[in-house]
């Protein structure tokens, strides 16, 4: 089975290719979106996801679309759903400069939007993954995996992409997807 991701983002392709089996085919498509400012992963990913079928003729394709986001406890959430922006403004690091004197306890979330052209409907899938923030460890994955230690484990996401690809968020909502498409196709 073919599954369409809407992403400019290599990386997240990758990750889906690791985590789920032969039987699907992930190809990446890239499609120019507005990300909305909003404090829901789950309507952004919606969002995205129609911004997508706007624009895109995939007829009779499965496409997927994804937002996530890093949650910080002490932070009340933030940055959460604008955990890129952030990132893109003032930098990784500065998430541990606000951290000073702070719990340093977080949550990555995940939410996929996919669309099945049978139904003509959008389902979202989530998944999370606990840890905390630490000084920047590893050179593997992307965007604040060498930031990110999950709880139960000893090595960043950015030193052990393996244990990322087995227990992340994303790992998470795509394993329901999965779920999903084998007892729904």
């Not at 400012?37 to 895109?56: G, M, P």
């Not at 000073?100 to 669309?115: G, M, P, V």
Request: glycine share 6%; net charge negative; charged share 30%.
């Amino acid at each position: 089975m073919k599954l369409y991701f809407a992403t400019g983002n290599s990386g997240k392709v990758e990750h889906a290719r690791n985590i789920l089996p032969d039987f699907f085919k992930v190809e990446q498509i890239n499609v120019e979106t507005i990300e909305p400012s909003i404090d829901s992963i789950e309507d952004i990913a919606k969002s995205e996801l129609q911004q997508v079928l706007e624009k895109k003729e995939l007829e009779n394709s499965c496409i997927i679309a994804d937002d996530s986001g890093l949650f910080i406890e002490s932070l009340n959430g933030f940055p959460g759903p604008q955990t890129s922006f952030f990132d893109e403004k003032v930098g990784k690091e500065s998430i541990l400069k606000l951290l000073e004197d702070k719990s340093k306890e977080a949550k990555f979330r995940a939410a996929i939007a996919l669309y099945e052209p049978e139904l003509d409907e959008i389902k979202i899938f989530t998944g999370s993954a606990s840890g905390k923030i630490v000084e920047p460890r590893g050179s593997k994955g992307f965007g604040y995996d060498p930031l990110f230690l999950p709880k139960n484990h000893d090595k960043t996401w950015g030193e052990d992409s393996d244990y990322k690809d087995r227990n992340s968020h994303r790992q998470k909502a795509l394993e329901k997807l999965q779920d999903y498409l084998k007892n729904n196709n």
